[in-house]
């Protein structure tokens, strides 16, 4: 069993979490960002291609945290891109720029850049830390992807589909993820993110001691995602952490509400369910865990 904290502890912490990492790591950060963009437009084959390169994940999130922050940072071919939909399948591209085009040459232009990369990764491209320069960073070969769905506001989800080395797909939503997060961020004060990165560092803390094992950061962003906008912003922002734990473990817990409705901050994604990093057990541990270890008592 961890530690657990005073409340003079508690308090002194949780003011010290929640706040982002200060202004030399974020300018690390955004030299890791900008060396990728170079690196990709000075690549001859991408030349005249339709084709982004972005942050994404905790960083332009603004969720990370003090002594955890890689960068995640994608590389996406917008034209040709892959759909779904009523009528089809997410495979119908028979062009040139294939997966394996993509990947081929992603690595040849981060390898030109940095000279050290490790390629043997199922999704992305590992470009080692340089201390006191950057962050490592995590570089993911990709294609723009869309959902058709009626029910969408556009009519449509855009998001990046990635093709793993072991022929499975991943597809994600970065830019529903930043527009849903700023949006609840904005409606609660800060208070979202602010709780966000406290649950990280409090998971950082337990994974550290032996209490759980070490649990994808994103993760701590999706249970707080699901907390009512109220309930961040009820009582001070110690009550707000204590109450939002309360709550994810009302909902983990409750047989009325059942964790089939939580959802990831994109709202287009289901929180548990098949090919997801984590269960139901590892968001249970992760709030006892952290209730434990703050010492917010019974």
């Avoid at 030349?47 to 960068?71: E, F, W």
């Avoid at 759909?83 to 390898?111: C, I, N």
């Avoid at 070490?214 to 009820?234: A, G, K, Q, R």
């Amino acid at each position: 069993m961890a530690r657990q904290l005073t409340e003079v502890q508690r308090l002194a912490l949780i003011n010290k979490w929640k706040s982002p990492p200060g202004l030399a790591e974020q300018g690390r950060l955004e030299r890791a960002e900008r060396m990728v963009r170079e690196a990709i437009s000075q690549h001859d084959p991408f030349r005249n291609l339709s084709i982004s390169v972005a942050a994404k994940g905790s960083y332009p999130n603004n969720t990370n945290v003090r002594g955890d922050s890689d960068v995640d940072i994608k590389v996406q071919l917008n034209d040709p891109f892959y759909y779904d939909s009523p009528w089809g399948g997410a495979d119908q591209y028979t062009g040139p720029w294939t997966k394996d085009m993509l990947r081929q040459e992603v690595h040849a232009a981060l390898t030109q850049r940095f000279g050290t990369v490790d390629a043997d990764h199922n999704l992305a491209f590992y470009v080692p830390e340089v201390a006191g320069s950057r962050p490592s960073i995590d570089v993911v070969p990709c294609f723009k992807y869309v959902l058709f769905d009626s029910t969408a506001a556009e009519g449509s989800y855009v998001g990046s589909i990635v093709f793993g080395r072991d022929g499975k797909q991943v597809i994600t939503w970065p830019e529903l993820q930043l527009l849903n997060g700023r949006a609840k961020n904005t409606r609660t004060n800060l208070r979202y993110k602010f709780v966000v990165r406290v649950l990280k560092s409090v998971e950082n803390d337990l994974a550290d001691e032996g209490v759980i094992m070490p649990l994808p950061s994103y993760f701590s962003e999706c249970l707080i995602y699901n907390v009512p906008d109220h309930v961040l912003l009820t009582g001070s922002f110690d009550g707000a952490v204590r109450s939002s734990l309360q709550e994810v473990y009302r909902q983990l817990t409750s047989p009325w509400f059942g964790t089939s409705r939580m959802v990831e901050p994109n709202e287009v994604k289901k929180l548990f369910g098949p090919g997801q990093k984590w269960d139901e057990k590892d968001a249970r541990e992760l709030v006892e865990g952290a209730w434990s270890y703050l010492n917010y008592g019974g």
